[in-house]
T-cell receptor, first 114, second 116 residues
Framework: GAGVSQTPSNKVTEKGKYVELRCDPISGHTALYWYRQSLGQGPEFLIYFQGTGAADDSGLPNDRFFAVRPEGSVSTLKIQRTERGDSAVYLC????????????FGQGTRLTVV | AQKVTQAQTEISVVEKEDVTLDCVYETRDTTYYLFWYKQPPSGELVFLIRRNSFDEQNEISGRYSWNFQKSTSSFNFTITASQVVDSAVYFCALSEARAAGNKLTFGGGTRVLVKP
């Protein structure tokens, strides 16, 4: 596709449920990032994939959060036992490898935990 | 640890006025990259500019200009002759060379409202 695609655009789930958020990066981009943006704040880093492997997952808040990228393209962010505090916009970005290359962002998935 | 501060949370101007957005950063790395992104109401972050730590030359792109000063750890952004379409939230971000990939640390953002 032309840009980074994220699905669904909106997700409402009940507290305690499991959710999956999908990211389809720009074709050819080997680097993929997940960020979380709470209302009125800047995005916060969650995890970085280089190819299929998670090169840096230091931003994942706890073990309820997990992400995969099995074929080095599409990535899925998984959240178990969701809590109301998980409500936020989850942004995915992709880029070419190389220092200082710009990241291209998707429109995000707005997750609401009720 | 790295940090980006955007002290202005919201700026309101009338169309055709100039507006300057402040960005101050902290890093212990000697090689780093600074970015500005625009986030319109649609939510997608749009890349505006990248600067590396060794290039302090100011840059102008149309109505946008950027002033990078390492001495004050600042990377300010000016919109000249603002237009209603400039209304958005603008984020300054930092990437350190020693970090894995190009992980970005964002400031809190500045909301710009341009009134007709």
């Amino acid at each position: 596709g032309a840009g980074v695609s994220q699905t669904p655009s909106n997700k409402v789930t009940e507290k305690g449920k499991y959710v999956e958020l999908r990211c389809d990066p720009i074709s050819g981009h080997t680097a993929l990032y997940w960020y979380r943006q709470s209302l009125g704040q800047g995005p916060e880093f969650l995890i970085y994939f280089q190819g299929t492997g998670a090169a840096d997952d230091s931003g994942l808040p706890n073990d309820r959060f997990f992400a995969v990228r099995p074929e080095g393209s599409v990535s899925t962010l998984k959240i178990q036992r969701t809590e109301r505090g998980d409500s936020a916009v989850y942004l995915c970005a992709s880029s070419l490898e190389g220092r200082g290359t710009e990241a291209f962002f998707g429109q995000g998935t707005r997750l609401t935990v009720v | 640890a790295q940090k980006v501060t955007q002290a202005q949370t919201e700026i309101s101007v009338v169309e055709k006025e100039d507006v300057t957005l402040d960005c101050v950063y902290e890093t212990r790395d000697t090689t780093y990259y600074l970015f500005w992104y625009k986030q319109p109401p649609s939510g997608e972050l749009v890349f505006l500019i990248r600067r590396n730590s060794f290039d302090e030359q100011n840059e102008i792109s149309g109505r946008y200009s950027w002033n990078f000063q390492k001495s004050t750890s600042s990377f300010n952004f000016t919109i000249t002759a603002s237009q209603v379409v400039d209304s958005a939230v603008y984020f300054c971000a930092l990437s350190e060379a020693r970090a894995a990939g190009n992980k970005l640390t964002f400031g809190g953002g500045t909301r710009v409202l341009v009134k007709p």
